[in-house]
């Protein structure tokens, strides 16, 4: 209740805290396309700018579509012949860096020419506001005149930077690039202007330019932390600000830095992140004043680059960088907000009570193991321990409906920007275990992506009625364990990144069907641990263990914890007996009901969640657990 009362009176009342009075964004919705083979979550862009519309800190007019960018203006940076090239497949391949199809290669050039149209348009509209304005995409700043590479075609930078002074703007502009890799590409494309100075923090140069006339470029290796960007940023900045004197400052803030990032070699944490381009921000009004400030999201791979930006977006016009909503919830508003919305999944919670059984365009698939599932902190799987009913969710339910929640929830755009192009889904009929739903990578059905399977679960809390999830596996094959990662209990391969855009599919499924929830058993204690934001325990004796748990093992990695718990070295300090963990009940409630049910105490009178879910595991103080290590045990 309180987040919708929050949401309103932001919209009534902007919010004036924060450094700058206003805030546009440009974002289109073709960026979910993505590249496929590129690893770059394609929907990003869109889950900042969910994010900011969710918890109201812009409204819909401040977004603002971009067209593509014409030829004309492209040629303004790029020599002719090399935009020539870019007509062939093959080419666009060789600078993407994985083969694309003829229709690939062109959907690529397209995204690309859409996201520098992006750039002039944020340019545009800083101008014309003297604010703040986010591009939800763009810094493509590998790509020089004559030439594409590192996954950049097109120059959004220097083509908007171009156009602008076609337009008759001749006051300085300053680049402050921050993505972890070299902004070699714009430094090329200014080199012999020293009206435009291109300042880049990098951990390796691509290109030197000893011949620039504007520029400030700085290497600091691999494994960056937070206090080496920051120190280099306050003793170069502030001088090149004051020297400069700029009028428009482009800030690519890359979250490629960050040390969860799936291809960078940076060990930013997010708070690091959030304090270097608040420092950027704040660095330019204190030397510049009010001056137009355009921020471009540049590189980030992984299901949590989008954070960053949801942060900073927040913080320019609150003045503070809470965290952003939770995976599910955007994932869900984000769905919501789509237009025009697929048809929906019709007349569901009375094919479930019909038990149908199998359809007509039902495929049997090869058998994944249950040596395949896997599991890392973005994944979650579960199996169930009780009797199954008939075919639960599929029994009429054909795979093109399927297919279409999947493409409509992201998770087969994800898989394809992970290179699997041709992701497939199965359905097989319930053999006893309810009905199961595969998605594999390939179409020979070879590489196993997905594994969810489910069932009807009116039991577990009655009269409320469940969606059971029997076991979900996430996981991607094509991939390794980085070093010195331990896999978890039965994880055979990476996580896909996709849990919460899965869960939220799941969620919606209920709410459709007018189910009350999603019910599952965690088997293992990472399973709970990874799932309490949203989850909660009917058993208030599970919320107590939990949170006993969770304290005993503060400080310890989760799959160091996990193998304390399975090895019974967790125990009760007062009777020095282990704490066990086994097919413990978690429900994610969707309906009104069922939220009510679960935050009532035993008398009938709401109360405090002992679940310690969606917090910070507060348990029961009688219930206190130590960790024995491997001499004592």
């Known amino acids: 209740m309180l987040r919708p009362l929050r ?34 979550d394609p929907l990003r862009g869109e889950r900042i700018l969910t994010a900011l519309l969710e918890e109201g800190w812009i409204g819909s007019r401040s977004v603002q579509r971009p067209r593509e960018a014409p030829v004309e203006h492209l040629r303004r940076i790029h020599a002719g012949p090399y935009l020539r090239s870019l007509d062939d497949s093959e080419a666009v391949s060789r600078i993407m860096g994985v083969p694309l199809s003829v229709e690939e290669a062109t959907a690529a050039l397209e995204l690309q020419r859409r996201m520098v149209g992006g750039t002039i348009l944020a340019t545009h509209m800083a101008l014309r506001s003297r604010e703040s304005v986010i591009h939800l995409g763009g810094g493509l700043h590998h790509a020089a005149p004559d030439r594409g590479t590192g996954f950049c075609l097109l120059n959004d930078v220097a083509v908007a930077i171009a156009r602008l002074r076609v337009r008759k703007f001749s006051r300085p502009i300053l680049v402050v690039d921050l993505d972890l890799h070299d902004g070699n590409g714009t430094r090329i494309a200014f080199a012999r202007d020293e009206s435009v100075h291109t300042y880049s923090l990098h951990n390796e ?66 708070e690091g992140l959030g304090r270097r381009d608040r420092f950027v921000a704040e660095s330019v009004r204190t030397e510049c004043g009010r001056i137009p400030f355009v921020t471009l999201l540049a590189g980030g791979y992984g299901a949590g680059a989008w954070k960053s930006m949801a942060r900073f977006a927040t913080w320019m016009v609150s003045g503070r960088m809470p965290d952003p909503p939770d995976d599910l919830t955007v994932a869900l508003e984000r769905v919501r907000r789509q237009e025009p919305r697929p048809r929906p999944f019709r007349d569901l919670r009375r094919r479930l009570q019909r038990g149908d059984g199998a359809a007509d365009g039902q495929e049997e698939g090869g058998d994944a ?36 929640g999947l493409e409509r929830f992201g998770i087969l755009g994800q898989a394809r920007a992970r290179g699997y192009r ?52 996430l996981q991607d094959p094509g991939i390794e364990f980085h070093a010195g990662y331990r896999p978890l209990p039965g994880q055979a391969h990476p996580g896909l990144g996709a849990l919460a855009d ?7 499924l209920c709410r459709e069907a007018e189910l009350d929830g999603l019910s599952f058993r965690s088997s293992h204690y990472h399973i709970a641990a990874l799932a309490r934001r949203r989850l909660r325990f009917p058993d208030p004796e599970d919320g107590r263990r939990f949170g006993a748990i969770q304290r005993a093992t503060r400080g310890m990695s989760l799959s160091e914890a996990t ?20 097919e413990v009940l978690m429900v994610l409630p969707v309906s009104e009901r069922l939220e009510t049910h679960l935050t009532r105490g035993t008398d009938g009178v709401a109360g405090r969640d002992p679940t310690g879910a969606g917090g910070d595991g507060a348990a029961d103080p009688e219930m206190e657990a130590v960790v024995l290590d491997s001499r004592e045990h």
């Open 502 to 508: 899965v869960v939220a599919w799941l969620v919606t």
């Open 205 to 270: 140069t691509w290109d030197h330019v000893p011949d620039a006339v504007a520029d400030t470029c700085l290497e600091f290796g691999s494994g960056v932390r937070d206090e080496t960007v920051l120190d280099l940023l306050r003793d170069t900045l502030p001088p090149i600000l004051r020297d400069h004197r700029p009028g428009l400052v482009i800030y690519l803030a890359g979250a490629d830095v960050a040390a969860d990032d799936a291809l960078g070699d940076g060990a930013m944490t997010l």
């Open 422 to 473: 041709d992701p497939t889904v199965v359905i097989l009929p319930s053999s006893g275990f309810g009905p199961t739903i595969r998605l594999f990578g390939d179409a020979a059905g070879t590489l196993l992506l997905m594994e969810v399977r489910l069932d009807l679960d009116p039991v577990s809390i009655p009269p409320m009625e469940l969606l059971k999830v029997e076991w979900l596996l």
């Open 7 to 40: 949401r309103l009176a932001r919209r009534l009342v902007p919010p004036m805290a924060g450094p700058f009075r206003r805030l546009g964004v440009v974002h289109h919705p073709e960026y979910r396309m993505g590249i496929p083979g590129i690893p770059m």
């Open 563 to 582: 193998r304390a718990v399975d090895e019974g070295r967790v125990v009760d300090r007062r009777t020095r007996q282990p704490i066990p963990w086994a």
């Open 369 to 404: 193991g249950a040596e395949g599932w896997s599991l890392e902190p973005e994944d979650l799987a579960a199996l169930g321990a009780g009797p199954s009913t008939p075919s639960l969710l599929l029994g009429r339910y054909s795979r093109r409906d399927i297919e279409e």
